[in-house]
């Protein structure tokens, strides 16, 4: 079983940027699936994005496309997230996901139960 540790979050401007970073450890990171998910107050975690075990293909919620894009190194072993134009909605805290798996499909990965391991998490708060 793989383990996540997230950081990047912080306090950042409305308009601002951020890069979280997510490193696995435990297991062979190439072979597999990652994601995004966030959680804000109140309401349910959500997809953010999903890149596959070679970073040939991603997939994007509506909410974020074009503004956030998600990369990996599997030479270290670690997946990103770069969130540009951030708003007040994109706050929340951002969690990293991983399912061992070299299919993927996007669809499939765009639910949290697709994933079998999780990070702690870091917070994301965008305000004026």
């Known amino acids: 079983q793989v383990q996540l540790v997230e950081s990047g979050g912080s306090p950042v401007q409305i308009g601002g940027s951020l890069r979280l970073s997510c490193a696995a450890s435990?297991?062979?990171?190439?072979?597999?699936?990652m994601g995004w998910f966030r959680q804000a107050p109140g309401k349910e975690r959500e997809f953010v994005a999903s890149?596959?075990?070679?970073?040939?293909?991603?997939s994007y919620a509506d909410s974020v496309k074009g503004r956030f894009t998600i990369s990996r190194d599997n030479a270290k072993n670690t997946v990103y997230l770069q969130m540009n134009s951030l708003k007040p909605e994109d706050t929340a805290v951002y969690s990293c996901?991983?399912?061992?798996?070299?299919?993927?499909?996007?669809?499939?990965?765009?639910?949290?139960?697709?994933?079998?391991?999780w990070g702690q998490g870091t917070q994301v708060t965008v305000s004026s």
């Open positions: 435990g297991g062979t990171f190439s072979t597999y699936t």
């Open positions: 890149i596959a075990w070679n970073g040939g293909s991603t």
């Open positions: 996901a991983a399912a061992r798996a070299t299919l993927y499909s996007s669809t499939y990965y765009k639910t949290s139960s697709a994933f079998t391991s």
